[in-house]
């Protein structure tokens, strides 16, 4: 059974960095290109990141320069530091794997951004 399991969410103040985690199993997590979506308060969901099999990165323009995504397949989980953060990042981040034939959305975890 495959499980997202996402953690480090949470409630911070502008200007402070936040690492979420993705942990999977029950996949080969190094087959999957893994992904972190957003939606905030009253919106879409958004593409935030995307990291490849291969470890090529793509940003979503409002923030790219303060968050990164990263993977560590050995241990099947994917990240995201966010740094400079701002209100208008408040929303639920979503962590999403997928390959050709699959995919698989976390459960979603808050992160709020206020004074």
């Known amino acids: 059974q495959v499980e997202l399991v996402e953690s480090g969410g949470g409630w911070v103040q502008p200007g402070v960095s936040l690492r979420l985690s993705c942990a999977t199993s029950?996949?080969?997590?190094?087959?999957?290109?893994a992904r972190w979506y957003r939606q905030g308060p009253g919106k879409l969901r958004k593409l935030v990141a995307d990291i490849s099999t291969d470890g090529n990165t793509n940003y979503e323009d409002s923030v790219k320069g303060r968050f990164t995504i990263s993977r560590d397949n050995e241990k099947n989980t994917v990240y995201l530091q966010m740094n400079s953060l701002k209100p208008e990042d408040t929303a639920v981040y979503y962590c999403y794997i997928h390959n050709w034939s699959d995919d698989y959305w976390g459960q979603g975890i808050q992160v709020t951004v206020s004074s």
């Open positions: 029950g996949l080969t997590f190094s087959n999957y290109g």
